[in-house]
């Protein structure tokens, strides 16, 4: 492998990275030479270990998908689900947490099924996934409450 990175020290074994380097860049973490993220030059990226991100705060019940792909909610009244920064391709979890039947309502541009907004205005706590194909829509789909 031509570039090598090796997280936490910056090294890549005298070799420049820049937007036109080719061949595969591969990333390390720590001494152990297992290789936990490839980029071949064909733009596939292959995830050799999970893949981990920020659970992000959003209690207002804005989504901003620069910040994460994943974030809880705890609102303290009425919110309007809405995301901001919205990305193509983007998809992410929220897991809602609704204390005492705070109405939720939603932005245009979230789409979710008919009786979604009903449920989520209960009390109770809801995994809610998330996709967006364009980046201009949301489409949103809760499971019920969970115990």
Not at 28 to 41: C, D
Not at 62 to 76: A, E, G, R, V, W
Not at 77 to 90: A, C
Not at 141 to 147: N, W
């Amino acid at each position: 492998m031509s570039n090598i990175i090796t997280a936490g020290n910056a090294t890549n074994n005298g070799t420049s990275i820049s937007s036109d380097t080719s061949g595969i860049l591969e990333l390390k973490t720590g001494s152990t030479p297992t290789t936990a993220l490839t980029i071949g030059t064909d733009q596939s990226v292959n995830v050799a270990k999970n893949a981990k991100g920020t659970v992000t705060i959003a209690n207002a019940g804005s989504f901003d998908m620069l910040l994460s792909n994943n974030f809880i909610c705890t609102p303290t009244g009425g919110v309007t689900l809405t995301f901001t920064n919205i990305t193509i391709g983007q998809s992410g979890n929220i897991v809602l947490v609704n204390g005492s039947n705070y109405a939720i309502a939603k932005a245009s541009a979230v789409k979710v099924a008919s009786g979604a907004l009903t449920t989520l205005s209960s009390t109770g706590t809801y995994w809610l996934s998330y996709y967006s194909p364009d980046g201009t829509n949301v489409y949103l789909v809760s499971a019920g409450a969970l115990s």
